[in-house]
């Protein structure tokens, strides 16, 4: 490229840069309008008469008392506040089991219902004890045999007719009779399964008939009443944490209903990872209605404040660093300065800047302005009425 083709360039460019300021800095509005006269002349109209101005566009200001907005509103409540440290976990039964069979056999009887409730001690599942009891009772003819040899030999060794070595055999073979029938005897036992504790039954996993081997799995047993509750907090609140602490069990099945508790075990060792405190808590059941593996929401009752006035979230505005309300007083929008305390539930404490019956601004408070009239929408329904 030339020296005159770069000059003509540069000169080019420096054109469209100039025409673009001029056009951004509002060069195109000089064109609409030329001066005073031509404004005047194009204001009045052909007859030469001049047209008057409407009232409403002479005096814009002048537009009466301002309309009264809508609101939703609730009156200051004061009711026992809990205070609460939130947390998450999973319920647990208070004891749980899998019954296994500790001896190989077939499986001769249930004796069980599926989802009910059995005591301590009753029989679950009976195996088949035909070998067993043919075992108990060889181990029994072998133990009278042994009690008699020896009975036989201590005679004859008082005689002076038998022998030391005679005697401590036939004694030593009643010993191990003795303990033979014992095994028998238990292992005949174990032909019969019984509930360890009271509890549910679960659902089987055997048939009749079956042949089950040692260990395995047959039937779970849960103690549901009461249930086991495992969660865990931050470290921070481990000052507040204590054996005996009151908590509030929430399950999303049973929405708006809370179950009471009490901590009873604190895990001495902090999580390293998430510097977290584990701990158990026991809460009744006498309904049934918590099951094992629930995911639960917990609150631990740190306190109790009597006569807390209490208001709904929707009706804080926050301003910076500062909490307002909306008061309504004889008619018209008053704000108001509060302090907070805790929040529960879509209620927050109010510590400081109301009293016990004011009545707040809910619903419409951003359309309100200080000291603006304001109309109640319940109240504003009912005076229409005849």
Known sequence: MSALQRKILYTAIALVMALAVWWYSGGPALFKSSGPSSTASQGTPPSGKSESVPAKEAAPGAQGPAKPVTVEVQAVTASEFIHEVSAVGSLLSNESVMIRPEIAGRVAKILFDEGFAVKKGQPLVKLDDSTY????????????????????????????????????????????????????????????????????????????????????????????????????????????????????????SYPGQSFKGEVYAIDPKIDPVNRSVAARARLPNEKGLLKPGMFVRIGLVTRKTENALLVPEESLIPRGNQMFVYKVVDGKAVAQMVRTGSRREGKVEVTEGLTAGDVVITAGHMKVREGAPVNIAGQEKQDKKP
């Open 133 to 252: 009891v043919s075992d108990y009772n060889q181990a029994k003819a072998n133990l009278e045999l042994s009690r008699a040899n020896n009975e036989r030999a201590a005679k004859l060794y008082s005689q002076g007719a038998g022998t030391a070595r005679a005697l401590d055999e036939a004694a030593s073979k009643l010993k191990v009779d003795q303990s033979r029938l014992e095994v028998a005897r238990t292992n005949l036992d174990k032909t019969l399964m019984v509930a360890p504790f009271d509890g549910v039954i679960g659902l089987r996993k055997i048939s009749l008939g079956a042949y089950v081997t040692p260990g395995q799995d047959m039937v779970n047993l849960e103690g549901i009443d009461p249930m086991k509750a495992d969660f865990q907090v931050p470290e921070s609140v481990l000052s507040e944490l204590k054996p005996g602490m009151a908590i509030m069990v929430r399950a999303d």
